[in-house]
């Protein structure tokens, strides 16, 4: 299995919602980062996990929560979001922070906060 | 902190012609460089990784260069198909100690003409 896998593919929420974004790799790969992309932008890093622990906030809203509750698996849990979260919330993988590998993207969810 | 830039921004061809995508960085302390394709509303899919201590890559019709000392890659991509157009993006692993991140470039829109 060479995937990174996320659900849902879209998500439509209201600002006073509870949601969450699941990303999944069965690769053995022991970084996972979370990244949003506006459109016509290059992807902003937000959130990295190395061997299941936060290694990096890029100064995200408390509003978005990250969770790794093991190696295989990265959440994204979203409370009272505004519109301007309405994104496309990409999930990647890699072997290791410290390493020569490259990263592997999964297909994103579409995000449109209401 | 490291910039990458990607020129031309867009970039428009007729089908059958070689063309070439150029990224550059500021800082040359990185572990690699990988080339990625992103389609409207899609997730990233890994072209070519390049390793720092690497010259080039090569899959199919694309090859991937790196000047590491004077911060530059190039994409060549050969005998284009309209199949080929996306957005290109860059982006290096940064070799920083505790803040390890890929650092993505503006993207390059890519239009294949038939």
């Known amino acids: 299995d060479t995937e990174v896998t996320q659900t849902p593919k879209h998500l439509v929420m209201g600002m006073t919602n509870k949601k969450s974004l699941k990303c999944e790799q069965h690769?053995?790969?022991?970084?996972m980062y979370w990244y949003k992309q506006k459109a016509k932008k290059p992807p902003e890093l937000m959130f990295v996990?190395?061997?299941?622990?936060?290694?990096i906030n890029e100064s995200v809203p408390s509003r978005f929560s990250p969770e790794c509750p093991n190696s295989s698996l990265l959440n994204l849990h979203l409370h009272a979001l505004q519109p301007e979260d309405s994104a496309l919330y990409l999930c990647?993988?890699?072997?290791?922070?410290?390493?020569?590998?490259?990263?592997?993207f999964g297909s994103g969810t579409r995000l449109t906060v209401v | 902190k490291q910039e990458v830039t990607q020129i031309p921004a867009a970039l428009s061809v007729p089908e059958g012609e070689n063309l070439v995508l150029n990224c550059s960085f500021t800082d040359s302390a990185i572990y690699n460089l990988q080339w990625f394709r992103q389609d409207p509303g899609k997730g990233l899919t890994s072209l070519l990784l390049i390793q720092s201590s690497q010259r080039e890559q090569t899959s199919g019709r694309l090859n991937a260069s790196l000047d590491k000392s004077s911060g530059r890659s190039t994409l060549y991509i050969a005998a284009s198909q309209p199949g080929d157009s996306a957005t290109y993006l860059c982006?290096?692993?940064?070799?920083?100690?505790?803040?390890?991140?890929?650092?993505f470039g503006t993207g390059t829109r890519l239009t294949i003409i038939p």
């Open positions: 690769m053995g790969h022991r970084a």
């Open positions: 982006a290096v692993k940064v070799a920083n100690f505790g803040n390890e991140k890929l650092t």
């Open positions: 990647a993988s890699s072997q290791g922070l410290t390493d020569f590998y490259g990263y592997t």
């Open positions: 996990y190395s061997y299941e622990k936060l290694s």
